[in-house]
T-cell receptor
């Protein structure tokens, strides 16, 4: 059953701690993305990757880091430098980054709450 | 700056009413256009998309959208909504040359009263 999995579904973190959100896809997609969703704000792009060992900052990358060591995995680390980390985080993938193929498929999301 | 505007934050309709959700984008060049839907507790999923050709696009569950290039618009329509259409709807645009990235609107919540 192909798709995108994100874990955990809910995550609680104390202020000052780093936390890593998992994203795995078995769709054989080259491109992967991380978005942040806040009420009334839509989706905002944090980081994206078009190929293994390569990634670029999106619109709101400050306080976040990523890695892309395997095609199927794109973990996101929310660092203590992120000033307002409580949000819903969505991972997505697409066949390729080129415009013609950029229909994106989304995972179920991780809701991060900083206590 | 490239942007996407969705005119309505929250729309409330009765079942069988007609729906039109507005979406406008800011750029005049080549664009690819999408509507995504997020049902309560479910994944964000693609409703329909426009890349080229016929500007009237049909999607899943009876939804359609019309691309009007002169108005920079891609409005979503459904002739008769059902309670199960209650969800949040997002318009998204890929601007040519933006390396495949999507710019999302802020979303419109649709509540359908039974």
């Amino acid at each position: 059953d192909g798709g995108i999995t994100q874990s955990p579904k809910y995550l609680f973190r104390k202020e000052g701690q780093n936390v890593t959100l998992s994203c795995e896809q078995n769709l054989n997609h080259d491109a992967m993305y991380w978005y942040r969703q806040d009420p009334g704000q839509g989706l905002r792009l944090i980081y994206y990757s078009q190929i293994v060992n390569d990634f670029q900052k999106g619109d709101i990358a400050e306080g976040y880091s990523v890695s892309r060591e395997k095609k199927e995995s794109f973990p996101l680390t929310v660092t203590s430098a992120q000033k307002n980390p409580t949000a819903f985080y969505l991972c997505a993938s697409s066949f390729r980054l080129a415009a013609t193929y950029n229909e994106q498929f989304f995972g179920p999301g991780t809701r991060l709450t900083v206590l | 700056a490239q942007s996407v505007s969705q005119h309505n934050h929250h729309v409330i309709l009765s079942e069988a009413a007609s729906l039109e959700l507005g979406c406008n984008y800011s750029y005049g060049g080549t664009v690819n256009l999408f509507w995504y839907v997020q049902y309560p507790g479910q994944h964000l999923q693609l409703l329909l998309k426009y890349f080229s050709g016929d500007p009237l696009v049909k999607g899943i569950k009876g939804f359609e959208a019309e691309f009007i290039k002169s108005k920079f618009s891609f409005n979503l329509r459904k002739p008769s909504v059902q309670w199960s259409d209650t969800a949040e709807y997002f318009c998204a645009v890929n601007y040519g040359g933006s390396q495949g990235n999507l710019i999302f609107g802020k979303g419109t919540k649709l509540s359908v009263k039974p």
